[in-house]
């Protein structure tokens, strides 16, 4: 079983549209969460941690359920600049570096 | 910009070269990263260092050999390289551990090995 598994995509909704990305962990150890963003031919960068209680940040709402080792990230009123891949991301031991990826989840938001 | 800078940002060698990558962070932060992405493949951490000091290898191939000199430069040199070793290999780093600190990564190498 892989560490961190995503729904590869492509996700193509319309702008305006609600669109939800799952990814599950396999490590139960697993402690802390985030959801990255990579835009083509770009580097990640963070778009949100991921807390237990959840968490939302205007337009995006993240969840974690620990006891299906579940993660979500849920995009509203999507709009054209959010097309990218978005990576879940996993820190395996609690300790700084160790930060293990997903392939990620490309979406693709048309006019 | 992100205050990870790296060099070259292309980069095309024969197996038979030796070659190295060079991250320099501006942030102040103590931790350095090197990281691969293969085409429709996660990212793979390679190398971590803290204050200087290597804490992770990840059963990286020893044609890949890390350097950090302090804290705000990290090397990758590269000799006899495999085709299969084509990839963007990306720096990150971040400040003082805490479980939910942010990594910030260069704008990466493409490497490609011929």
């Known amino acids: 079983r892989k560490e961190v598994e995503q729904d590869p995509g492509p996700f193509n909704v319309p702008e305006g549209a609600t669109v939800a990305f799952n990814c599950t962990y396999s490590?139960?150890?697993?402690?802390?969460f985030f959801w990255y963003r990579q835009d083509c031919r770009k580097e990640p960068k963070l778009l949100m941690s991921?807390?237990?209680s959840g968490n939302e940040d205007g337009r995006f709402t993240a969840q974690l359920n620990r006891a299906s080792q579940y993660i979500s990230l849920l995009i509203r009123d999507s709009k054209l600049s959010d097309s990218a891949t978005y990576l879940c991301?996993?820190?395996?031991?609690?300790?700084?570096?160790?930060?293990?990826f997903g392939k990620g989840t490309k979406l693709s938001v048309k006019p | 910009e992100t205050g990870v800078t790296q060099t070259p940002r292309h980069l095309v060698m024969g197996m038979t070269n030796k070659k190295s990558l060079k991250c320099e962070q501006h942030?102040?932060?103590?931790?350095m990263y090197w990281y691969k992405q293969s085409a429709k493949k996660p990212l793979e951490l390679m190398f971590v260092?803290?204050?200087?000091?290597?804490?992770e290898n990840n059963s990286v191939p020893s044609r890949f050999s890390p350097e950090c000199p302090n804290s705000s430069h990290l090397f990758l040199h590269l000799h006899t390289l495999q085709p299969e070793d084509s990839a963007l290999y990306l720096c990150?780093?971040?400040?003082?551990?805490?479980?939910?600190?942010?990594?910030?990564f260069g704008p990466g190498t493409r490497l490609t090995v011929l």
């Open positions: 991921v807390y237990s």
């Open positions: 490590n139960s150890a697993s402690q802390s």
């Open positions: 942030l102040g932060h103590n931790a």
């Open positions: 990150a780093s971040s400040p003082p551990y805490k479980d939910y600190n942010e990594q910030f």
């Open positions: 991301v996993v820190n395996t031991r609690g300790s700084q570096g160790n930060l293990i």
């Open positions: 260092y803290n204050f200087k000091e290597q804490t």
